[in-house]
């Protein structure tokens, strides 16, 4: 196995029992890292390798497990067990057993499991009984956005509610209150683009008002009706909500918002003349990630009625394209500004395919530590450079006839 790990020096260094600090120097002695371990083995100097160099065998690791492994949480044991199962070289990395004992998981420590000889011991997570409604809900979103039972168990292990899925629903409230308040200042709910005063506010993006750059943003909370309002907020609660629960809300807002940044931009690029409205780039960024996750796990993915549930996605997605399509090109109440553009759909679409894709296939990894992390967001941090010239440039050099301001 590989050693992604410091290696430990010195034959009397103790290992930590319980809830004391786990120690381990790197290989030339220059760092010294502190690890806060909860229910860590006990182990001695002795149970180390001859050379002390951070691993100890297989044979003494499960003799280790098999004395003190009740002290352990179920699931943590069948993990330490195919951790043992995966190794081929007959030792195991000393840091890898620390990481795991303080909740982290290293690279080379998911290799070893997922390359291990033999599957998982004991029930399924599906399978146990007796659990709470909030354990069956979390294991239940396990279940939709997982594709491996060892990342399920763990999962279902370490979450805690804390922080709650605040990010999505705390979007959509807010998406509610402004569309709540538009409707009643407006004095309609269907259809509010057809108002004279709907562009008015400082919140929808404008090609005049191209300049505040606040816009390319801020057009997520203003919807063209309560039925587009209701088909967005319905697949970002559905959608969202969970995968905040699995990956965080740090994760889940950078594809969120690399979605909506990319919609309004490419719609600045190639709809030159149109508005935007909606939170359609960023919820179809969410979307597009998770059906891609699942295609991409089919087999490994046990949600229940899989290939239903995803039809229904895609009938709801295509539902609520078409109806932008249809919008843009009826003709618009106030001309000669045109209908909102239906073109921020693409651009979440083809970040949820490729952003939003690595952040979900790497649950519990360092996106820093992918290399095609590295690749899709330089592609992306370029498409925005290269949109930002061009608002500012193309625009006069092309002699675009642009709507009046609202």
Partial sequence: MENSSPRMTGGTREATVNSSPAVASNAEGEEIEVLESTDVLPLAPEDYDPENSGFISTERFRDLLATHGSELDPHKLEVLLALADGNADGKICYQDFVNLMSNKRSNSFRRAILQGSRQLKGCSLKDEAGLGLSQRLVRHVAYETLPREVDRKWYFDSYTYCPPPWLILAITIAEVAVFMYYGFQLERLVLQVSSPSFLKSPLPYHPQL?????????????????????????????????????????????????????????????????????????????????????????????????????????????????????????????????????????????????????????????????????????????????????????????????????
């Fill in 210 to 406: 191209r300049a505040q750059a606040w816009r390319y943003l801020t057009y997520i909370f203003m919807h063209t009706g309560i039925e587009h309002l209701s088909l967005n907020m319905a697949m970002q609660l559905l959608v969202g909500v969970p995968l905040e629960m699995v990956h965080g809300a740090l994760r889940i807002g950078l594809v969120y918002m690399c979605g909506v940044l990319a919609g309004s931009l490419a719609v600045s690029v190639t709809d030159m003349t149109a508005p935007v409205v909606g939170s359609s780039g960023g919820v179809y960024a969410l979307v597009s990630a998770h059906l891609a996750n699942v295609v991409m796990n089919w087999s490994g993915m046990k949600c229940q009625f899989k290939l239903f549930r995803m039809a229904m996605a895609l009938v709801c997605m295509s539902v609520e394209f078409g109806r932008a399509v249809w919008l843009r090109f009826y003709p618009p109440a106030f001309p000669p500004c045109p209908n909102p553009s239906f073109v921020a759909h693409l651009g979440g679409v083809v970040v949820g395919l490729t952003l939003g894709v690595v952040v979900l296939q790497n649950y519990e990894q360092r996106l820093q530590e992918q290399s095609l992390f590295w690749i899709f967001f330089c592609v992306y941090t370029l498409f925005v450079l290269c949109a930002v010239f061009w608002n500012v440039f193309a625009y006069s050099l092309l002699d675009v006839r642009l709507p009046p301001p609202p």
